[in-house]
């Protein structure tokens, strides 16, 4: 376990944040997320995504969702930026009363990350919306938190990305 901020510590105006290593069940990634993520109960699930084909992968961690999928894309490494500027411009399409973010790239970790955040006014929420390669196809996670918790959270999912990997450990940067 990693610590992402130590209560007391110069700049830290909050609780201690511990990070875990998890596995990303069926999308083969692997990733430091804060402590008490866990999986979404079957009617929380139907009540947040009542929908069919909501994403296999629903985590929880008090008011933050984290949703993903291995889609069937065929993505490689190093076309991540094209393909989250790809999702980007359908966000924009299908959203355009939402404010989105430019299109980032994070390389530090073992995966290189595309993402890009999406403020939800009316709803009170932001999105992250980030994608990578795993398995030779593309990965797509969202993360949703309360927009009154914004600083904290952007600044815990960008450092994740510094962390995200091939489940078996493998460093795959195109």
């Keep these: ?9 110069e700049g830290c105006s909050q609780e201690d ?3 875990e290593t998890r596995d990303m069940e069926g999308l083969g990634l692997q990733l430091d997320l804060p402590a008490g993520f866990c999986p979404m109960d079957e009617e929380r699930q139907e009540k947040l995504y009542p929908w069919e084909g909501r994403p296999p992968l629903l985590w929880e961690n008090g008011a933050v969702q984290l949703t993903g999928q291995l889609t069937e894309q065929k993505l490689d490494p ?3 930026w094209q393909a989250a500027w790809a999702l980007w411009e359908l966000t924009g399409e299908l ?11 994070d390389g530090r970790g073992g995966l290189p990350v595309g993402w890009f955040q999406m403020a ?9 919306k980030a994608v ?39 460093d795959q940067r195109g």
């Design 120 to 128: 939800m006014a009316q709803r009170g929420e932001e999105h992250i």
């Design 132 to 170: 990578c390669a795993a398995r030779g196809r593309m990965v797509l996670v969202t993360f949703t938190y309360p927009a009154e918790a914004a600083l904290q959270w952007r600044s815990i999912i960008r450092h994740s990305f510094g962390t995200w990997r091939e489940q078996d450990g493998a």
């Design 1 to 9: 376990m990693d610590r992402f901020c130590k209560e007391g510590s």
């Design 78 to 80: 190093g076309e991540t």
């Design 17 to 19: 944040i511990l990070l």
């Design 95 to 105: 959203f355009p009363e939402q404010a989105v973010s430019p299109v980032y790239l």
